[in-house]
Each structure stands twice: as structure tokens, then as C-alpha cells.
């Protein structure tokens, strides 16, 4: 059509010529206007037709050029997906985050935190290339200087940890390093003229105790901020001369727009700056401490140089002064015209900062009374020493003012133990809380076996993913861990739900195309930094238990019991609504890759079949580790504590589909796998043993191995090494190892109310021949061989027989339900459930005041911690124990 449009111009164009042809072609007369008028009026007919023409083929042809470049990109991205391995290919549904609910004001009232858990103080925002910021210090040992940055064992800190903290824009900690004591508050503020994510604040206060050495009382704090997308930061225009102008920093960023750092205080303090160029800052602790050494010998001086490289994306700042001292550090973003940054400072420092602070403790204080409740309920009953049973009882009869025999100095104990209870609860959420962390990067998949993936390398790199996430311990597990994080949430959603539903977001975000979700995220470099290399890569066969639905159940509960507002409970459907297909994923690939031979049967996958080290293979994937199982790995096992999970998985997927309305589909009736797996008679034949009343794994054992000493050679070297000798042939047979997973069956509930089986598990329970102590549940049975027994020469006993918070919760959970059951064993259910309860919580409480920390576990024999220490994970389920608030199974 275009080109006979451009043909009809032309001929009408030279139809006019060929008529003065014809009148006559040799008389030559001058054309009149209006022939001329005629003419121009054509040739401009055929000049707009031709101009429209070109813009019609000009769309056309970009329209024609998208579709190839999309049509190609479709193509080159479908043959990417098709080489992609399946362990590394994202699930293909919409992601939970990206629902409404997490966007807008909820995401940016998120944006900064203090989300680097493995610092002792550090803030940074929810964006994988973010502005940082952290605190070091000089710390003082035995004439010695050491810098304190990440936090480690080896500091021998006396204690630390957030006392309080609101999970948002608030928080206040305590370090107590040798004689030095530091507190650090964190608040966060947004108001008119701030960017994206508000503006914060840091006071920093340092005290002594009793120094007399000079080189004591003073003080050197390190303020540093690193920007990771490689920004060049601004020096303020005099940082030497602090009082005139406060300005430390400057910068730009997309996100927030200009921003500025400022320095506040009343104290004569002494301020040095180092500007470094550098794409790390996990090894940032060096840097400073290489360019203290260098001045320190060059110029005897313990001062950072004053220099600038060119183009800093680190600047670190030296604020010196003698101690007592305290300074406020304060963050503007959008400092750009008419944003009123001199008020905005003005109302984060000084006065302003402390009454800010002073307001939001008192918030925090009456949120923790509001959430939990625990000033009635933690009153421990002592006398001669020992916690008394009945303590409800016995409470009941002191608010009446009927004491009978007890006298004033034991209601007086009482009072002092209530009040260091609700002391170590506040620690407890609030470190939780402050021990949220936000990571970005890729895990490392081991190349899955029996596949045709290459690689150059023994891994395969997931997708770039974040994860917002609570962390087990701050030196040791500054990180996520799949099983761990379920009993966080118990905690976490009671405190605050969106904060909860944001995280476990990001974790279903995490499967793959598979149902598979890495057990541990080690995302970068900073995380990666504090893993030893060989626990780096992620088996894509190995599971980890299936804890976050113990919170989907908790809110599916909490919806029906209408303990939500409905404006909380249309959230919840929705997130449940979104998440639900790829918890049919996830649940899909325990009930396929982790079945058992038999129907109704499952086993943990990676145990290793061939090792002649460990005295039993460890079931890390079971986050039991060391805990005795089959003696000879197979996939004739069948693992009790597995099936249990499966049990809760599928009973939430039923709750989880009513309520969001969705069908089954073929081979997802997820009713008929709960009733199978609760079938009691099915659980007796395949787990019980009649002659002990105990609950136990199934698998190919013998007792009679051991660890013995042999003569090893290696490279060359005769080696004595200990080395597993079996002595006799193993057997398909129940294990007869006694300990936390004989009472999954109690802990899920299964065993009926009226059962003598269930007595039987109550006579376990508080036999002290055989899990029970004065600090809680054994986690192995003292009757069993392997109790406290080494699994090879350099792993100690882990899940052979400390006490272990997260199975004690669970415990007392199933204790108080059948304590509240009609049956014949309601009442001892009832007297076992207060005592466990008493002793848990007066061995954490006493333990905390002693050494300043929660424990990872603690010592069966003298209650004392052991493990981690600065362990905030499960441990903290020490809060909900104190305010009875129990998960229901």
C-alpha cells in the first residue's frame, strides 16, 4: 500500500506536465498564478503523503524490531532455562514479597535496621548494595590493644546484647568489655524533608569502672560508613575541628537521594578520619587495625593518618576522648533544598535524642506486659533451695494472703526472682529482635550426584536472592538456618506479625522449581566469612524440619480463635493465599525425596553410609546432628522425629487449604496423609516397642560398635587416629536409643488421652534414670550406650544428653495439653508440666544473671550453659515458656 501511494503522487504530479504537452509543446508561455498555486498545492499533497507514509513504516518497523528482540530474548531465556539445572532454577509462581502488603509504607518504614547481626553494632538497609554502617572500639586486655568490631568468643566480652529492641526504630544494648561498660541506642525517624527510609540516629556512651591505667581512661570509638555499590563518600569540611562544624560525611545515593553524617556531643572529643577504597568490608577490622599499627610505629601514635584516598567508598572516623563520654552520630537522608536539615539534626541529638529514647523504652516495657504477660506467671516457689512443684497452686494461696508456713524471707525471694525473670525476657525478645539480619547473595549448590550438570567447580550457584531473617547467635550462627528459624517466628509474630509474615516470606521465596529450599543461607561475603569451608555448600538431598509451619498453624489457629484484627487476618489469608503453592512444593518434596520403603515411613537423606570415623553417622539434615540413629545407614530406615514433622506439615496444609478455599488436586489429598500418619495402630506397628512403652527409630543397627584407636597412614605419615570398628553384623530392628525423638509421638499429640502408652511416655519423662533433671529434659537417655559418648575424636557429645530449649518447649506444650484433657493422666501430666516449667526457667534465669548470656544448651548434670553462648534463637522460647504461650501441634 505504501508504494502505490507513492506512485499515485507521482502521477498526478506529471499528469499536469503531460496536459501542457499535449495544447502545445512548442509554444513556450509564462504559467499564470493560479496554474502555479495549482502545482505547489499538489507537490505538497505528495510531500505530507510521502511524510505519513514514513512515519506509518517507521512504526511498523519498530514495532517489527520489539517483537524480534522479544521473540530472541524469549528464546535465548527459554534455552537459558533449559540449560539451567532444576536445583538452581527458581520456583515459577509469583513471589510472596512482591504482594501489596509488603510494599509502600511497610517496606519503607523496614528500610534501615540494625541488620548486621555479626557486628557488635552495625545498620544497614534492606537493599543488596546498601549504605553500612558500623562501631569498633579499642578494647584493653593485659596492657594489650584490640580492636572490637565482629563479634567473636575470643573478645571475652563480660556480656552483650539488646536489652530492648522493637524489631523497627529502636533498640538499646549493653557490651561490657573488660572494666569498660558501652551502651549503644539506635532510633530511627521519619518526618517532613527525609528521604526514602527516614533518618536515624546512634548515642554512644562509654563508662569505666575503676581504671587507673592512663592508657584505660581514654576512650576510642571507630564510626565508619561503607558504601557497597562503591559511592564515592564526602569528607566534611573541618572533621578535625568537630565544635565548629558537626559535618563528618556526604554522599548520593539513588535510593535515599543526598545525605549526611553529623557528630554531636558535649564532651572534648578528638576526631581522625581514614578514607579507603575497597569492594569488601568483611576484613574491615583489618584495614583499621593495619592503619593503627602504622601510625603507632611510625609516630607513636594511636590515631588513624587523616588521609583520603581518592574516590572512598569507606570512610572510617576515630572519635577519641577521656571516658566517661558519650556522642551522638546522626544520619539525614534528602538533604537536598528546603529539607530543613539543621532542625532535623537538632531533633535526633542531645535533649531531643534522650526524651526520644526515654519514650520509646517506655513503649517497649508496656508492649512486652501487653504481649506476654509474664509478671504473674513467673513466680518461682523456693525453699531449702529447691523449686517447689504446684507452683500455681501455691501462687494462688500467696495473693490470698494464706502463706501457712512460709515466711517473709522466702516471699521476699520470690519477689527478687519475678522481677530477674521479666529482666531476662525483655533480653530475650529483645534479642531476638536486634539479631534480625537482611543478606543478599548466592548459596553454593553441591552438584547434585547422578546428574548430567557440569561445572568447573564441585557447586552450582543459586539464584542472587535476599533473606530477612532472625539469626541463632550472633558470633557463631550470624546467619539463616531453616529449622531454627520456625521457632523464632513463635516469638516474633506474638511481638509483631508483619514483621514475621515478612520473613518467612522471604524464606518460601527461596524454593526452587523442585520444592527445595537450602537448610542454611550463607549469602555474601560477610556471612560467608564466618563459615568454615566444609559446611559451605548446600545439599539439594538433604531436608531440614519443616518448623515454619508451627507458626502457619499458630496464625491459621489464631484466625479461627479470632485473636486478629480483621484487618491482620485478611493479611494472613492473603499471604496464605499467595504462599500456598509453593507450600504444596515444599511439602510435595519431603513427601517424595525423604519417603521411606514402607507407605507411611520417611527418612532423613545424607547420612554417610561409608565413613569409618564417626562412631554414627550423623543426621545433620534432622538439625539433631549427633543423635543416635540406625548404626548402618540404608533406606530401609524409618525416622520417627521425620514422620512426626509430616504429620504437622500435612495437618496444616488441610487447615491452610480451608481457609483459603483451595481444592485438592490429584496425589495432594493432603486429609488422607494426615490421617494415615496419626493412625495410632500404624505409629505402634512401625515405631513402638511393647516391652520398653518407648517410641524409637527403625533401621539397620548393632550396639556393638565402637571407636578405637589405629595406626593410619596418610601422605606418607603413620597417623594414630580413632577409627569405628563394628563387631557385630547389623539388623533391620527398632533403635533402642532413648531421648528427645522417642517422644515426637507425645510432642505431635497422637498418643490418645486415655492410653497407658501415654503413661508410659509421662513415667519417661520424669524418670531421672532416664531423661529427667533439675534443669530440664535430657536430650539422650542416660541409659543409652551412646550417651555423652564422643562421635569421633573432635566432635564432643552435641544431642547426647545436654538440655535443649527448643524440644523442652515442645514438650511442655504437649504436658500442658494433656494436662488440660479429660483422662486418667491429666493430673500427673499437670504436676510434670509445672515442675519441667520451674526448673527450665530458674536454670536460664540463673545462668543469664551469672554469666551475662543465653546458651545454645545447658549441662544435664550441673545446669550450667554450654554451646554458643549470645544464643538467642530457640533459647528465647524461654519467654513463651514464662508467659504460657505454647504452639499447638
Known amino acids: 500500500m505504501t508504494g502505490g501511494g507513492r506512485r499515485s503522487a507521482r502521477s498526478r504530479t506529471k499528469s499536469s506536465t503531460d496536459d501542457n504537452e499535449d495544447g502545445d509543446a512548442f509554444i513556450k508561455t509564462k504559467p499564470t498564478s493560479k496554474l502555479r498555486r495549482v502545482k505547489t498545492k499538489d507537490h505538497g499533497n505528495a510531500l505530507r503523503i510521502l511524510n505519513a507514509d514514513l512515519k506509518i513504516m517507521l512504526c511498523i518497523g519498530i514495532v517489527s524490531a520489539l517483537i524480534v528482540f522479544f521473540l530472541v530474548n524469549h528464546l535465548i531465556s527459554s534455552a537459558e532455562e533449559a540449560q539451567r539445572p532444576r536445583v538452581v532454577t527458581p520456583f515459577p509462581a509469583p513471589k510472596i514479597m512482591d504482594l501489596p502488603q509488603f510494599q509502600g509504607e511497610h517496606k519503607e518504614s523496614l528500610y534501615w535496621g540494625t541488620y548486621r ?129 558537626s559535618l563528618l560525611a556526604s554522599g548520593l545515593r539513588t535510593d535515599i537521594g543526598e545525605w549526611q553524617l553529623h557528630l554531636k556531643s558535649k564532651a572534648d572529643l578528638e576526631v581522625h578520619y581514614s578514607g579507603l577504597r575497597t569492594p569488601h568490608i568483611h576484613n574491615l577490622s583489618d584495614l583499621v587495625q593495619e592503619n593503627l599499627a602504622s601510625q603507632l610505629i611510625r609516630f607513636n601514635r594511636l590515631q588513624l593518618p587523616d588521609f583520603y584516598q581518592s574516590s572512598s567508598n569507606i570512610l572510617v572516623f576515630q572519635i577519641s576522648g577521656r571516658i566517661p563520654l558519650e556522642t551522638d552520630i546522626v544520619f539525614v537522608s534528602g538533604t537536598g533544598k528546603n529539607s530543613r536539615v539543621e532542625e532535623r539534626i537538632n531533633n535526633l541529638a542531645g535533649v531531643s535524642l534522650t526524651n526520644q529514647l526515654n519514650k520509646k523504652q517506655r513503649e517497649f516495657d508496656a508492649k512486652f506486659e501487653n504481649c506476654f504477660q509474664p509478671a504473674h506467671k513467673v513466680l518461682i516457689l523456693v525453699k531449702n533451695d529447691i523449686v517447689l512443684p504446684y507452683a500455681s497452686v501455691l501462687i494462688t494461696c500467696l495473693e490470698k494472703g494464706s502463706l501457712g508456713s512460709w515466711n517473709s524471707d522466702v516471699v521476699a525471694l520470690h519477689l527478687q526472682l519475678d522481677s530477674n525473670s521479666i529482666h531476662v525476657g525483655k533480653a530475650a525478645i529483645g534479642n531476638m529482635l536486634g539479631g534480625i539480619g537482611y543478606f543478599y547473595g548466592q548459596s553454593k549448590i553441591s552438584v547434585p550426584k547422578n546428574s548430567n550438570v557440569k561445572s568447573h567447580d564441585d557447586f552450582l550457584l543459586y539464584w542472587p536472592a535476599e533473606l530477612y531473617t532472625a539469626v541463632p547467635s550472633r558470633p557463631f550462627f550470624p546467619r539463616g538456618f531453616l529449622w531454627d528459624e520456625g521457632f523464632h517466628q513463635l516469638l516474633i509474630w506474638r511481638w509483631d506479625l508483619h514483621i514475621s509474615l515478612d520473613i518467612v516470606g522471604h524464606w518460601l521465596d527461596l524454593i526452587n522449581i523442585d520444592g527445595w529450599i537450602p537448610r542454611e543461607q550463607i549469602l555474601g561475603a560477610e556471612a560467608l566469612s564466618k563459615v568454615p569451608a566444609e559446611f559451605v555448600l548446600q545439599h539439594s538431598s538433604n531436608g531440614n524440619p519443616p518448623t515454619l509451619f508451627l507458626v502457619l498453624r499458630d496464625l491459621v489457629n489464631g484466625i479461627k480463635k479470632k485473636k486478629f484484627t480483621p484487618s491482620e487476618s485478611n493479611e494472613i489469608i492473603s499471604f496464605l493465599q499467595q504462599a500456598f503453592v509453593r507450600l504444596e512444593a515444599w511439602f510435595q518434596w519431603y513427601n517424595t525425596t525423604q519417603s521411606g520403603k514402607d507407605i507411611g515411613s520417611y527418612y532423613w537423606h545424607g547420612r554417610d553410609n561409608l565413613t569409618i570415623r564417626e562412631l554414627n553417622p550423623k543426621t545433620l539434615s534432622s538439625g539433631l546432628d549427633d543423635y543416635p540413629r540406625a548404626s548402618h545407614p540404608t533406606e530401609d530406615e524409618r525416622h520417627l522425629d521425620l514422620r512426626c514433622w509430616m504429620l504437622l506439615a500435612a495437618d496444616c496444609m488441610v487447615s491452610i487449604a480451608e481457609l483459603v478455599g483451595k481444592e485438592y488436586k490429584l496425589g495432594k489429598d493432603y486429609a488422607s496423609t494426615s490421617k494415615l500418619l496419626s493412625d495410632f495402630n500404624n505409629l505402634n506397628e512401625m515405631h513402638f516397642d511393647h516391652a520398653s512403652g518407648t517410641y524409637f527409630d527403625f533401621g539397620n543397627h548393632t550396639e556393638k560398635v565402637r571407636l578405637s584407636w589405629k595406626e593410619v597412614i596418610r601422605n606418607n605419615y603413620v597417623n594414630r587416629e580413632l577409627v569405628r570398628e563394628v563387631l557385630e553384623r547389623p539388623e533391620l530392628k527398632l533403635v533402642p536409643h532413648v531421648g528427645y525423638v522417642s517422644l515426637f509421638p507425645f510432642i505431635t499429640r497422637i498418643i490418645p488421652s486415655e492410653s497407658w502408652i501415654l503413661e508410659k511416655q509421662l513415667e519417661l519423662i520424669s524418670n531421672r534414670s532416664v531423661l529427667w533433671t533439675n534443669y530440664g529434659l535430657r536430650s539422650l537417655a542416660k541409659s543409652s550406650s551412646l550417651y555423652m559418648k564422643r562421635n569421633t575424636e573432635h566432635d564432643a557429645p552435641y544431642w547426647r544428653g545436654p538440655v535443649w530449649m527448643n524440644i523442652n518447649y515442645m514438650i511442655l506444650s504437649s504436658l500442658r495439653y494433656y494436662s488440660l484433657e479429660n483422662g486418667p493422666y491429666r493430673d500427673k501430666a499437670r504436676t510434670i508440666y509445672e515442675e519441667l516449667r520451674q526448673n527450665l526457667i530458674r536454670n536460664v534465669v540463673k545462668n543469664y544473671h551469672n554469666t551475662g548470656y543465653l546458651w545454645e544448651q545447658y549441662d544435664q548434670k550441673q545446669g550450667k550453659g554450654k554451646g554458643a553462648r549470645v544464643f538467642t534463637g530457640w533459647t528465647a522460647l524461654v519467654l513463651l515458656i514464662m508467659a504460657e504461650e505454647y504452639t499447638e501441634m
Not at 119 to 145: C, E, H, N, Q
Not at 172 to 186: G, I, K, R
Not at 221 to 236: K, V
Request: charged share 25%.
Open 117 to 245: 547481626p555479626q557486628v557488635y553494632f552495625g545498620i544497614r538497609a534492606r537493599t543488596p548494595r546498601s549504605l553500612v554502617a558500623g562501631l569498633m572500639w579499642i578494647g584493653v586486655k593485659d596492657g594489650r590493644y584490640f580492636i572490637r568490631h565482629v563479634c567473636q568468643d575470643s573478645d571475652e566480652l563480660s556480656t552483650y546484647g539488646w536489652t530492648s529492641h522493637n524489631g523497627r526504630d529502636f533498640g538499646h544494648q549493653v557490651l561490657v568489655d573488660q572494666d569498660m561498660t558501652l551502651s549503644t541506642s539506635f532510633l530511627k525517624h521519619k518526618e517532613d524533608g527525609s528521604g526514602y527510609g527516614g533518618d536515624w540516629a546512634v548515642r554512644i556512651n562509654v563508662r569505666s569502672q575503676g581504671w587507673n591505667d592512663e592508657m584505660q581512661k581514654n576512650g576510642h570509638l571507630f564510626f565508619y560508613l561503607a558504601d557497597e555499590d562503591g559511592n564515592a563518600l564526602s569528607l566534611g569540611r573541618d572533621i578535625l575541628d568537630i565544635r565548629e562544624d
